[in-house]
């Protein structure tokens, strides 16, 4: 299950990003993970509630969107939806490809609250 390896690398992101932001409690994190990651978003959610448990994150809603497998033919440098067993371009037929979108995991936002919010 690498979910957990990603979960607490993710985990790490959220904190040092919550410490640059004085946050005392994050409350919610959106992560963008490619397609090419095989993440399974189930899996995440409860490695992230594992790891996170006794810290600022903990109870935070994880929100995960899904980025398709987008790829440019090197040969004749079309765009297209690739699948990670087919990365053969439709337009030329080559199999000679550069993933442009869907292979990244990225923590696109969080929200929380400061020290100047007041008591939670």
């Known amino acids: 299950m690498h979910e957990l390896t990603i979960a607490s690398a993710l985990l790490d992101e959220v904190l040092e990003a919550a410490r640059k932001a004085s946050l005392r409690r994050v409350i919610a994190i959106e992560v963008r993970c490619g397609e090419a990651?095989?993440?399974?978003?189930?899996?995440?959610?409860?490695?992230?509630?594992?790891?996170?448990?006794?810290?600022?994150?903990?109870?935070?809603?994880?929100?995960i969107v899904e980025v398709a497998l987008e790829a440019r033919c090197r040969h004749c440098h079309r765009s297209f939806r690739a699948r990670i067993d087919n990365y053969v371009?439709?337009?030329?037929?080559?199999?000679d490809a550069e993933l442009v979108a869907g292979d990244d995991i990225i923590l696109q936002s969080l929200t929380g609250d400061t020290w100047q919010d007041g008591p939670s």
């Open 37 to 63: 990651r095989q993440v399974v978003p189930e899996a995440l959610q409860l490695a992230f509630e594992a790891v996170s448990a006794s810290t600022l994150a903990a109870g935070a809603a994880l929100s």
């Open 89 to 95: 371009c439709p337009g030329c037929g080559q199999a």
